[in-house]
């Protein structure tokens, strides 16, 4: 029976908790999306109201994910959900829709398309998307239940550990939608592993990341320490404190590398990582928290890996500077999420041992070269899109 749960802010809403026994040999067999198992190999019951509270913790003045596997980046919050509203409604207008790629191709050439979506966050995506393809089915998954979601007759929402991998069955998903994942999961090159092993055949995984680092507007290659040297340096402060977390902040520049057929992250199965097999990574840690050895599902397709790999960056201007009608309202709306993320990165700057002091430098440097119009700089959205071999 579903059972209604209430957040710390008395919304309503149901999602799905699933726990970590899973059986060696898990198979998929169709059932009705209606039902809370639908999707995992795992056993899954409903989250109660009086569990929820078991998922946050507050620091410094923000809510967080309680789990100490997750790393503290971002808050889960009212004011974060709203972030996250206006930053979906700005790249759902840069991509020109909710979806890029070969994914309308692959919904309409099944009957019923099984898509995974990682992470849900506040939801707006998978509840657009959802309505828009009434004719599939969708798992939403996300490590904390961040917002109570409306309820669908195509989607269920889950909630379990990323860092332990997923708990669904091999091979059964036509497509993955993996976006805004970076920053919540440690072993990233795992996760990876974990698409190819629950895609089938032939199934399309769509990745879309925002970059941590703004560049010229003159030149995209070039960083724009020129221009914004406050903005480079409070950047460059928050992917130490991000990456001294294990975060691979490198993956979106290596990733149609890792993805490639008999890719190194495809050969070093059991061998600690992609630093493992000769890939440079910084500070990505090669084991999941707690030192538990890193435990890695036996894909079993012959050849490993993705093609038809395709990488596709797009530039968001921090204003309305843009000559461009439609990038100047990206632009607009980005720069309302952009002040609303460095608020949201005090208590990531503060964990990193920054006083309140230099915090506030930052943040006030940081917000003079955004509000200024003379100051043209972009962040880039990489895209890629590709097909399990």
């Given amino acids: 029976m579903e059972v209604s749960y209430t957040d710390e802010f008395d919304r309503q809403g149901t999602v799905y908790y699933v726990t970590d026994a899973v059986p060696e040999q898990a198979m998929y067999a169709e059932s009705d999306s209606d039902s809370m198992s639908t999707c995992s190999s795992q056993s899954a019951r409903t989250i109660t109201s009086s569990e929820v509270s078991d998922f946050y913790q507050e620091r410094f003045g923000r809510v967080f994910p309680l789990d100490d596997n997750i790393p503290v980046v971002l808050p889960i919050d009212e004011p974060e959900h709203e972030r996250l509203s206006k930053q979906h409604r700005y790249l759902k207008l840069l991509v020109g829709s909710n979806h890029f790629g070969p994914f309308r191709e692959v919904m309409e050439r099944h009957t019923r398309p099984r898509v995974l979506d990682i992470r849900t966050q506040e939801g707006s995506w998978i509840q657009e998307v959802a309505d828009e393809f009434p004719h599939a089915e969708f798992i939403s998954l996300d490590v904390v239940p961040m917002v109570p979601h409306i309820p669908r007759p195509n989607v269920t929402f889950e909630v379990y550990d990323l860092y332990a991998g997923l708990a669904e069955p091999d091979e059964s998903f036509d497509i993955i939608h993996a ?113 538990q050895p890193l435990q890695i599902p036996s894909l079993t397709t012959v050849k490993r890996g993705f093609h038809t790999i395709v990488k596709r960056e797009a530039h968001i201007p921090n204003g309305t500077w843009h000559p461009d009608p439609v990038m100047q309202r990206v632009g607009a709306m980005a720069h309302e999420v952009w002040k609303a993320t460095w608020l949201s990165c005090v208590p990531l700057l503060l964990e990193h041992n920054l006083s309140k002091d230099e915090v506030k430098e930052i943040l006030e440097g940081a917000m003079k070269e955004l509000c200024d119009p003379a100051v043209h700089t972009v962040w880039k959205y990489t895209m890629v899109s590709c097909y399990k071999i």
């Fill in 179 to 291: 976006r805004d994942c970076l920053n919540s999961i440690r072993n990233y090159d795992h996760l990876l592993r974990e698409f190819h092993r629950v895609l089938r055949p032939g199934g399309l995984l769509l990745i879309g990341e925002l970059g941590q680092e703004a560049y010229e507007a003159w030149d995209t290659s070039v960083p724009a320490r020129s221009s914004a040297p406050q903005t480079a340096r409070g950047l460059e402060i928050i992917r130490q404190a991000v990456g001294a977390q294990g975060v691979m902040l490198d993956a979106i520049p290596n990733i149609t590398r890792w993805l490639e057929a008999e890719g190194a992250i495809w050969s070093m199965a059991g061998a600690g990582g992609v630093a493992g097999a000769g890939m440079e990574l910084g500070t990505s840690p090669l084991t999941p928290p707690s030192g």
